[in-house]
T-cell receptor
């Protein structure tokens, strides 16, 4: 069964801390792994990863993929209260049952950054 | 950047009535659109995949007669929740994929449905 698992499920940190969010996956015909940030509404795109070992960076956020061990991490340094959100990991894959490629989402990590 | 507009953002309806949610790609053509459902504190669950001009493909456990999906044009897909019940109350999100960029998914703003 195709699945994406994130950990931890929730996390509370203080401003300035660094956090690492984990995402492991097991899918057929992997195409890419995507990270999203979700506050109150729809997810907003953060990163798309297709190759192992190449770090993607955007400001205080960075992410890397390991296709051998089937996982990715999302790092946030110097956290701020505005980083409080649910972080979703999704994998774009081609199902063995046919049809086109699609996304399957992990459970999400609820991050709360306190003053 | 590509924009997906979902309407309405919030709707309250009575049990037994039907509700239609629209998903439009504003500045690109979307051959494929996806409909997700999200319960509080849970992740997005794919309900169905709709391809322009053909029948939608539903995920296991999703009732196709209850959640009617129409993708009549390259810029519009609709989800109709028929004979709504309180347990259908949820956050529904659509996503669209561009013809020439099949690796990019763009999300609508979501629709909060409350059935009373």
């Amino acid at each position: 069964e195709d699945k994406v698992v994130q950990s931890p499920l929730s996390l509370v940190v203080h401003e300035g801390d660094t956090v690492t969010l984990n995402c492991s996956y097991e899918v057929t015909n992997f195409r890419s792994l995507l990270w999203y940030k979700q506050e109150k509404k729809a997810p907003t795109f953060l990163f798309m990863l297709t190759s192992s070992g190449i770090e993607k960076k955007s400001g205080r956020l960075s992410s890397i993929l390991d296709k051998k061990e089937l996982f990715s991490i999302l790092n946030i340094t110097a956290t701020q209260t505005g980083d409080s959100a649910v972080y979703l990991c999704a994998v774009d894959f081609l199902p063995s049952t046919g049809g086109g490629n699609k996304l399957t989402f992990g459970t999400g990590t609820q991050l709360k950054v306190e003053l | 950047g590509a924009v997906v507009s979902q309407h309405p953002s919030r709707v309250i309806c009575k049990s037994g009535t039907s509700v239609k949610i629209e998903c439009r790609s504003l500045d690109f053509q979307a051959t494929t659109m996806f409909w997700y459902r999200q319960f509080p504190k849970q992740s997005l669950m794919l309900m169905a995949t709709s391809n322009e001009g053909s029948k939608a493909t539903y995920e296991q456990g999703v009732e196709k007669d209850k959640f009617l999906i129409n993708h009549a044009s390259l810029t519009l897909s609709t989800l109709t929740v028929t004979s709504a019940h309180p347990e259908d109350s949820s956050f529904y999100i659509c996503s669209a994929r561009e013809i020439d960029r099949e690796f990019l998914y763009f999300f609508g703003q979501g629709t909060r449905l409350t059935v009373v």
